[in-house]
């Protein structure tokens, strides 16, 4: 009972986020992409628009997009249209646009994930998605991940890692693990705090500031984020097209 009114009171924190209807072709991505040709999706947390240009995750994205790395895509889209997600994949890989993956083409994919929040518990669904799809995934990296999970990491994720803070109500989960340790590395658990830290929020409600503040203030902290987009572009290769 406790649980029921402890997510009652918290959904309408996460819901001020003013998510919109994101549809397939608001992916910008060339599809089919070209053999060898990297896609890194980035899942935005609670019910943010997956193009809300303040939020971490598409910040992101934006930044990946304007070092102009050679043979990479980058979209970001809503924790809870993960189907536009499969498509997606779907489709870029498809090199003979026959309609299907054949066993090339899945073992030909380059893809990466992040997210952050639910996105971050999402990145891990995701990731099991492809797992049993027969996609490998170069990296996942889960970014304050919030929500009941294994937090088990498939085994055909090649690298993984977690950030994560612990304070106030929403705790991002503190430890990922990989289902097969000869197939995933995780890279680190690394943990951040945020008691005595003022970071800039701008333009969020003094209610979200009061009851998931250290969750906003990881999402609006450049430092990891940096990490995470260190992490990204180290995966996929620096060089610039």
Not at 176 to 192: F, H, M, Q, S
Request: aromatic share 12%; with cysteine.
């Amino acid at each position: 009972q406790m649980r029921l009114i402890f997510w009652f009171l918290l959904a309408p924190l996460f819901a001020l986020a003013a998510s919109k209807n994101q549809v397939f072709s608001d992916f910008t991505t060339p599809l089919p992409v070209k053999p060898g040709e990297t896609l890194i999706l980035g899942i935005v947390g609670g019910w943010e628009r997956w193009d809300a240009p303040q939020k971490s995750v598409r910040r992101a994205a934006l930044d990946l997009r304007a070092m102009h790395l050679s043979g990479v895509w980058v979209e970001t889209v809503e924790n809870h249209k993960l189907y536009l997600a499969e498509e997606l994949v779907r489709k870029s890989f498809d090199t003979n646009q026959s309609g299907k993956l054949d066993a090339h083409e899945k073992a030909a994919a380059r893809i990466v994930v992040y997210g952050q929040s639910f996105g971050g518990r999402a990145t891990l669904r995701f990731c099991r998605w492809l797992n049993r799809l027969g996609l490998p995934v170069i990296l996942a990296v889960v970014v304050d991940s919030f929500g009941r999970d294994s937090y088990l990491v498939p085994p055909n994720v090649a690298f993984a890692a977690n950030l994560y803070q612990r304070e106030r109500f929403v705790r991002g989960a503190p430890t990922i693990n990989a289902e097969d340790p000869t197939r995933t590395k995780v890279l680190g658990n690394w943990r951040y705090t945020y008691s005595d830290r003022d970071i800039p929020m701008p333009g969020e409600p003094w209610i979200r500031r009061f009851f998931i503040g250290p969750h906003l203030k990881m999402e609006y902290d450049p430092e990891p984020w940096h990490l995470v987009k260190q992490l990204i572009v180290s995966a996929v290769g620096s060089k610039k097209g």
